[in-house]
């Protein structure tokens, strides 16, 4: 059950939780739309196509320092940070719900995940979204808090207590809204059998489509870095110049990179091209669906957005049959 | 939160020199419980971490030894240390040999190179429970006499169990000869020397990635199912624990599901070998 909230009032809802969080919001960049800090309600785009970069960024930072090196002694760099994602997309605030499957235990992500408040709103799906093949388009308590358009105006839903606590403010309405299912639905340029498809990719493991793909695919890695759930990371020891001093760091990493499964003394498990461009998929689709029993991909659309290929992943997928 | 990534300050006992780019390292544990197979991250301070599997038994309490070849950064930085240095240690990861299962089974262990590090811990594992076990194998296979890793053990194994050895050249790196009189050829062709069936043996496996096919040809064309061979799989695994993607197999993790995996299973998984 929801409550409504004019839009006019949006701007009190956001002010109140400025008080307590670091406000992240999509916010208008030239020609696009971007996820950062904002500290004045007007520049938030409540009506926005999809961000550049998912709320990745700021959960699991490009390079963060997870211990300093102080005197030879590894010391925990715990952050300390109170993160409010504010009008966050569907399928973006689903993709957090998939990572806190895998990062459950990890400090890091956890010491941010705690304090953090994902107030999500609708969208207005784009021609790559594909977010309802990946049952992504369905609200769960990865929001704390969900904006429903409603017309002009909005009806809110918390599907946590930290949600709970702000809708209980009085900018919202009274009155319950007696709404069974806050889904975004829409007609799919290309609807996708997504399990079905995880299992034939070991099934069919030379399908023709890896190998005609990986020639086109330049493992540039731009579909892993716009991902909202490519969490593959390495860590690394930089120094400083001071001696004894400096930092490991854990920094975003991508199975497309050749070395990523390289060994000591060179030998390289996915050294051809085809390989890696097919162990994105096979993560993805298959072992990831084995390990937590949904897809880590929400359908966002961002790596066809910025394949300079031209690649489609729901193409790739299609052609795996299924379909 | 327990930190998962954080590793705990350990003192290098002993550094024991192998071969000209192989050394032993004792290293200082505590309450470290751990089994035959299983690996450690190894972390210098400003250098790096990096996966070494465990070469001690569990029977040796006090420390654990990792016998490293110097291939990378970290593993060069570690052989400029000595006795005395400090190390820092997370761990033990993965899935070791099972015991349990194979109790009582005559076993064939076939060590290629370095691969020789994670199986003289089951091997004296075994050696040391003899009498759980059936008639103990080992082939062993190295480059060169200059590279074969712990010699001073042969005599022990050589009186324990069937212990065959074999060099690939007698030569020594620098092409001058070794006056090795022991055989010569790559480690699978010491199975012709086996003069007993190993059809129902137990077949442990480790050793350079190209060296698994052949062996397990070797296996097949001696009767042994698929089911009773295990291989010791290598990956960088950059994390341990499951996160970082390195070690990633389809849908296998060589960190958690491994580094120990039946064939029977690795099979099924296109790029384990």
Known sequence: MGKRI???????LFDDISKEYKVIAPVKRGEDYVLEEVKDFSEVALDYPTTILPAKKFI???KEPIFALDGGEFKELIPDEKIAFFALHMCDANAIGRLDLVFWNDPYYQARREKMLIVGISCKPIETCFCKSTGANVLTNACDLFLKADGENYIG???TEKGRKFLSQLYFGPETVDVREVKIDYDEKMHLDIYTIGRRILEDYNNPVWEQTAKRCLACTNCT????LCYCFDV??????VPNEGQRVRCWDSCLLLSFARVAGGHNFRKDLKARYRNIYTHKFKTFVD????PSCVGCGRCITFCPADIDMRETLSKLGGA | MEN??????????KVTEQTCDTKVFRIEVKDFEYSPGQFVELSIPGIGEAPISITSSPHEKGYIDLCVRRVGTVTNALHRMNAGDYVWIRGPYGVGFPFETIKGKDIVYVAGGIGMAPLRSSLNYVLHHKKDFGKITVLYGARTPADLLYKEEFDKWAKECNFLVTVDSDKLPDGKPSGWKGNIGVVTTLFAKLNYSIKDAIGIVCGPPVMYKFVIQEFRKAGMPDSSIYLSLERHMKCGVGKCQHCQINNRYVCLDGPVFNYADAKQLPESI
């Open chain 1, 6 to 12: 004019k839009k006019e009032n949006l701007k009190r």
């Open chain 1, 157 to 159: 839903f918390s599907m």
């Open chain 1, 291 to 294: 390990e937590f029993g949904v």
């Open chain 1, 60 to 62: 699991l930072p490009y």
């Open chain 1, 236 to 241: 690394i020891d930089e120094t400083f110049i």
């Open chain 2, 4 to 13: 998962i990534y954080k590793p705990f300050k350990s003192k290098i006992l």
């Open chain 1, 225 to 228: 870095l716009v991902c909202p």
